[in-house]
């Protein structure tokens, strides 16, 4: 469905994020991206949905596909109309809009009145908590509560591969867990394509078919969920399993990762 | 207490009509976050530009019906929104505030020369689209044409309304001005949405120019009007549509109580100061105005 050809990506012209990312997204799969911070995970989304002009960057080698169709360098909204839709990361709801707004926002390239309103409907069944919000302003609501409307906001534009960035950031374990039940459920009845940066390796791992790990700017390793949860590397630095299962550390990490990036 | 209600009544349809100015100024500023200094110019252009289609016409042999002169300024209107935004503030997306504001004065200083240029420096009679005459109610006397004024913004004010959050070029420019990144992410094209509110506030404001003007002097000073109406759409709140009518209502009954009782005292300077000082009042206490949007801050 989408791939990254050898991309590279740069801010203000100079400083370089991306070096030569490759990237598979096939129909029907639940693909995570991982990675320490500064890494380019949210980089690489962006040059996906055509987001980074406005953070003054731009893709200036490499192509990405959609379904045969070069998106490289086309308008955000005409990305958007080819059915990728990204959920930015921390929580970027239209904070003086109701939820209702909000989630009409999401629909408003769509002129089929009818199935705006069943989809209106089908989203406040995957989030029961919604039909409450509805009339509420979305800047007051709880962080679990915003990621719903903004989840929800993205569905009600009908995408076929949906791109979440960080969706379990700042919430509590439970609210996580919930998540990502919803989002596995909403992809399996949408028969959505889903694209996942995560910073909780381990539930992103265990939900997703397929996984990239990045690393300042490149993929480092990429395979399959059993492949990934079996690797002692993933184990060791992101899932901060020792050999023997007993947690390491966190500065033990640190320093493996330090030495890691020394040794090159 | 008859001339005090007389004086509460015109405060109050002129300060609507101040509303309906200020309207223009935050159409504009929701979608661009652009006050736009040069509105007054904006509006006399407007003015100027349906003197052409009516009186200027005719005065060249080539009389046109009302509706056709009105529809024809409404075109030239939109064209002239639209070459602001394309030629002044489009190129000029991602810099500073400072920078806008400069290029505002410019704008300010441009269309000052470019109507002088085009239309002369000398004044004329507005086109008398709107009945002139005085309403009686019982002992009251309203203007007509202010009245008319008034009940169009108000109407105009609840359209507006619906239009930002039901349809769905609304909801596209109500998302353009929380955030363009965010509105960008959802396909909404900001460029478009920000072109859209620039020909809505042209159009807006040649509205209230026949309001305020109509059968009365056109000349360039009527410009100021821009500056009066500044100071109640930032009572208003810059981003509150609904606001900005309400806040006119305050400032223009304020205004009219000060002609009335503070000018005799004060050779007439009390009424012409006093929105000055209301906009000062509200930037030092309460920068977002009466509902404007406060910036949501979570702990």
């Known amino acids: ?264 | 207490m008859i001339e005090l209600v007389q004086i509460l009544i015109e405060g109050a349809l002129v300060g609507l009509v101040y509303g309906l100015v200020a309207i223009s100024f935050v159409v504009i500023y929701r979608a661009s976050k652009i006050i736009n200094l040069a509105q007054g110019e904006v509006l006399v252009f407007g003015a100027f530009l349906l003197w052409t289609f009516t009186e200027g016409a005719a005065g060249m042999g080539y009389p046109l019906p009302l509706p056709v002169a009105i529809a024809l300024t409404l075109a030239a209107c939109v064209a002239f929104g639209w070459t602001i935004e394309r030629s002044v503030f489009r190129p000029l997306i991602g810099q500073s505030g400072f920078t806008i504001f400069m290029a505002g004065v410019a704008l300010l200083i441009l269309l000052r020369g470019l109507a002088q240029l085009i239309w002369g420096a000398q004044s004329r009679s507005a086109p008398a689209i709107l009945p002139e005459g005085a309403l009686e109610l019982g002992p009251f006397l309203v203007n007509t044409r202010l009245l008319i004024g008034a009940v169009f913004t108000i109407v105009l004010t609840q359209a507006l309304h619906v239009f930002f959050t039901r349809s769905r070029l609304g909801l596209r420019l109500a998302a353009v001005a929380e955030d363009h990144t965010t509105a960008h992410s959802l396909g909404v094209s900001v460029r478009q949405a920000i072109a859209v509110a620039w020909i809505m506030g042209t159009v807006v404001a040649t509205a209230a120019a026949v309001v305020l003007l109509s059968g009365s002097i056109l000349s360039l000073e009527v410009a100021v009007i821009g500056f009066k109406a500044l100071p109640v759409a930032l009572l208003g709140g810059l981003e509150s549509i609904r606001g900005a009518p309400l806040a006119g209502l305050i400032i223009g009954i304020f205004e009219a109580l000060a002609s009335a009782y503070l000018d005799p005292l004060t050779n007439g300077a009390a009424s012409g100061l006093l929105p000055y000082v209301v906009m000062v009042a509200v930037l030092l206490i309460r920068p977002y105005g009466l509902f404007g949007w406060r910036k949501i801050e979570r702990l």
């Open chain 1, 1 to 264: 469905m989408l791939t990254l050809a050898n991309v590279d990506a740069v801010y203000g012209g100079v400083i370089q994020v991306l070096r030569s990312a490759n990237l598979e997204v096939r129909d029907g799969q639940m693909v995570a991206l991982l990675g320490a911070n500064g890494a380019g995970k949210t980089t690489t989304l962006k040059a996906i949905s055509g987001l980074l002009h406005a953070d003054h960057g731009s893709v200036t080698v490499g192509r990405i596909v959609l379904d045969g169709q070069d998106i490289t360098h086309a308008d955000p909204s005409d990305i958007v109309k080819a059915g990728v839709v990204q959920v930015l990361e921390g929580r970027k709801v239209l904070e003086h809009l109701t939820v209702h707004q909000n989630l009409m926002v999401g629909a408003h390239l769509r002129r089929d009145r009818a199935a705006v309103k069943s989809d209106l409907e089908r989203v406040c069944d995957y989030f029961p908590a919604l039909p409450e919000l509805l009339n509420r302003t979305a800047g007051y609501l709880s962080g679990g509560e915003m990621q719903m409307v903004l989840i929800g906001r993205a569905i009600m534009a009908r995408p076929r591969l949906l791109i979440l960035d960080e969706p379990s950031m700042g919430l509590a374990p439970i609210l996580t867990q919930q998540l990502f039940d919803t989002i596995a459920r909403i992809k399996k009845e949408e028969g959505l394509t889903v694209l996942m940066v995560e910073q909780n390796a381990r539930a992103a791992i265990e939900r997703c078919d397929y996984g990239y790990i990045m690393e300042r700017g490149r993929i480092v390793l990429h395979g399959s969920r059993q492949s990934l949860e079996g690797n002692q590397d993933v184990q060791e630095f992101y899932l901060g399993m020792g050999a023997g299962d007993e947690r390491v550390s966190y500065r033990d990490i640190k320093h493996y990762r330090r030495r890691k990036r020394w040794l090159g």
